[in-house]
Structure formats: structure tokens, C-alpha cells
């Protein structure tokens, strides 16, 4: 007869502890930190699409558009400089890659070569170029930053300007004082004439159609 060693009864197991599962949404749903960098890329990137716009819009109308370099100047200094310029300038603190996407495809596209160092920009929505400068170098004068805060470059009529050719839109003649000239011009030798259709082309044809419009009103008056 064998003997069996086992015990007549075997222990019975402890059931395990049940598992926490969690379910598929709430592992994959981001924490507040993540939220909260989702929602600053997005305000980022609304900004930036702001900015973009905003240039293009002050490109509308737009005569001449210059970069100064304002890095070093105070946020007091922009606004005083902002308050003295006249209704038809805007001064713009924008970063270069979001000015260089609005005029991208552009004439003003031509201003790339500034687009280095930090700068602010000034759109001029008059064809009295000279009077839209001359605030800026006012400033520099006054706070002696002629050498460290300069204009970098402008494009007027499609053409770049370096920092050492503003000297020629500085004492660009007023329109009044083109229309004076054409049409005295128009009525003396015409050699002068010759001589004062040598003008840029934009400045001739509106001096020339105003000359027209006076001398319909001076028939219609007849």
C-alpha cells in the first residue's frame, strides 16, 4: 500500500488584486502644462499672422518704406518719435522674417538686404518724402544717435536705397515745387521744357495732367 505525503486538502489561492486600468481618453488626454503650451503656440502664431497683416495693409498706399535701426532706444524714445512724425507716417516695431514674409513677391522686396539686426520701419503714405524723414533725423540730432540708430535701407518706387544714398530723398523737390517748375516749363523756352521732362516719369505725367485740368477750367470759365 503506498503512502501519500500530499495533504488531503490543497490551500486554495488568494485571488490577485484587481488592476488599475485606465482608459484609452484619459491616458491620452494632455496635462495642464501641455495645455497650456498648446495655447501660447496658438497666441504666437495668431501675432505673428497679425503682424503680417498689419504690414501689408500699411503697404496700401504706400510711397516709401525705410528700416531704422532701433536696437538701444527706449520704448519712450519710439513713442516721441511717433508722435512727431505727420498723419501720413506709421513707425512699426516688427521682427525682419514676418516684414520679409508680408513684402515677399513684392516691389518692396527689395528691402531684404536690410532685413539684419533689429529694426523698425517706417511706411510713408505721401509722395512729400522729405517732410516724412525729417522728424527721424530731428531725433538723432537731438539724442545723438546719428552713428548707432541710422536708417538701414528704403525702397522708394521699387528702387533699394542704402544708408548713404538717403541724401537723395532728402532734398527730392515737393510737388509744388515740380508743379512750379513744368509749368514754368510749359510756358517759357523749350529748352526748359526739354530740360524738365528729364524728371522722374510719375512727377512729369502729374504735373502734366494738372496743366491739363486748369486749362479745361480756364476754357469752361471762358
Not at 499672422?49 to 532706444?73: F, K
Not at 536690410?114 to 505721401?126: E, P, R
Amino acid at each position: 500500500m503506498e503512502t501519500s505525503f500530499l495533504p488531503s486538502t490543497l490551500p486554495t489561492a488568494k485571488p490577485l488584486p484587481a488592476l488599475r486600468t485606465l482608459s484609452t481618453t484619459a491616458s491620452l488626454r494632455p496635462g495642464p502644462r501641455s495645455r497650456r503650451s498648446t495655447i501660447r503656440a496658438a497666441i504666437t502664431r495668431g501675432r505673428k499672422e497679425d503682424t503680417v497683416a498689419t504690414v501689408r495693409e500699411q503697404l496700401e498706399g504706400c510711397y516709401l518704406l525705410a528700416g531704422i535701426r532701433y536696437e538701444g532706444l527706449t520704448v519712450k524714445q519710439i513713442q516721441g518719435i511717433r508722435d512727431a512724425l505727420p498723419d501720413t507716417c506709421r513707425l512699426l516695431v516688427a521682427k525682419n522674417t514676418l516684414v520679409g514674409k508680408a513684402i515677399e513677391g513684392t516691389p518692396w522686396e527689395a528691402l531684404k538686404p536690410c532685413m539684419k539686426g533689429m529694426n523698425a520701419w517706417l511706411f510713408v503714405h505721401t509722395e512729400e518724402v522729405p517732410t516724412a524723414l525729417k522728424p527721424y533725423r530731428a531725433f538723432q540730432k537731438e539724442e545723438r544717435v546719428e552713428e548707432t540708430n541710422d536708417f538701414v535701407g528704403a525702397v522708394f518706387e521699387g528702387k533699394f536705397y542704402g544708408p548713404g544714398d538717403f541724401k537723395a530723398l532728402e532734398t527730392m523737390p515737393s510737388r509744388a515745387e515740380v508743379y512750379a517748375k513744368l509749368l514754368g516749363a510749359l510756358q517759357g523756352p523749350a529748352t526748359s521744357l526739354v530740360t524738365t521732362l528729364q524728371a522722374p516719369a510719375r512727377d512729369v505725367v502729374a504735373v502734366l495732367s494738372a496743366y491739363v485740368r486748369k486749362l479745361e477750367e480756364e476754357a469752361g470759365a471762358a
